[in-house]
Structures are given as structure tokens and as C-alpha cells.
């Protein structure tokens, strides 16, 4: 007993040798400076935890991807639903203009047919006072400017006349272009030339 404790306590350290008995391992093919993947171990319950949590991850990225596709969906048929109320606006607002365009037609018709402009220019007024009343019907009026003082929210100066009345300085002595609004809505601006008194 004595002498083992010596000789270990002499710095002389027991040499261990593995051999490894299993016929499909070859020992010698493997260098000794190869380094060993020691893959942590952790307690049963961290491992039990571990793999709930990539369970979970998973399905959440499923449930994403699930979101995803039925947003996509959503969007392509809200698209759809979008282009076909366009489509059925285009037709409403067009409707009104082609019975305009009916009028005209007519009017041409009936002018081509009788030698006088009598005709045309009955039919051409019929159809203005049609081609207004469906603008009116659509919410459309025009912009009331003439003799009135000049706004550039309303009306677009193109040009300025002279005046010889006080009472006409500033204010819309002539409309060139009517201007239009739905509302409060500007479609669009008069074009107007404003009085200015003479100098």
C-alpha cells in the first residue's frame, strides 16, 4: 500500500490506453489532434423546454405564412372589387353623354337633310340645354364670376381691360372660358379678364 502512494507521489502518472473493440472502427485512421464535438447537455426539463419552443416556432412561422397567403388573397379580390365598381362609375357617368351624343347626331342628321342652318343651330341649342342638365343632374354647376369681384380661387386672370366706372375696378367684366365645381369641389377655374380703372 505504502509503495503505490510513493510511487504516485514521485510524479510518476499512470499511463491509460482506450482500445476500442469494435470491428468497424478504425483507431488508427483518426489523428490524435483531432478535436472531439462535445455537444452540451443540458437537464431533462431544459431539453423538454428546448423542443417546445422550436415546436412553437415553427408553427408560428406556419400560421405566418398562412396570414400572409390570405392577405394576398384578400388584397387581389379587393383589386378586383375595385376595378369592377370603376368599370360600373365609367358607365353611369358615360350614359348621360351619349344621349348627348344622340342629340347632336340628330341634329347633323336633320341639317344635311334641309339645306338651312335654321335646323342645326335648333338642335345644337337643344342639345346644350340637354348637355346641361345632365351635368347639373351629376352634381356639376358652374361658377357664377361675371360682374363679380375677381377671386384666383375661383378664376384664372388671362387678360385686363380698362375701365372708365369706379364701380368696375377689380370686378369680371368678361368671361372667356366658364369655370365649373361640384360642391366645393373646383373642376375647373373660369378663365376671365378683369376690369382695372383707367388711369
Known sequence: MKEKR???????????????????????????EAAVEEKPRYP???????AK???????????KKQVDEEIAKMRNRLEADYERQIQLQKKDLLLPFL???????????????????????KGVVMTANLFRSKLKALGVEVIPVLDQPFDPNLGEAVGIV??????KDGLVVEEVQRGYRIGEQLVRPAQVRVGKLRS
Open 99 to 121: 344621349e348627348v351624343l344622340d342629340n347632336l347626331e340628330r341634329a347633323l342628321d336633320a341639317a344635311q337633310k334641309t339645306d338651312g342652318t335654321e335646323g342645326l343651330l
Open 44 to 50: 431533462a426539463f431544459v431539453e423538454e423546454l428546448v
Open 6 to 32: 510513493s510511487a504516485l507521489s514521485n510524479g510518476d502518472a499512470a499511463e491509460f490506453k482506450v482500445i476500442d473493440k469494435r470491428h468497424f472502427a478504425d483507431i488508427d485512421s483518426i489523428p490524435a
Open 53 to 63: 419552443l422550436a415546436e412553437t416556432e415553427r408553427r408560428s412561422e406556419e400560421k
Open 162 to 167: 380698362e375701365v372708365a366706372d369706379p364701380a
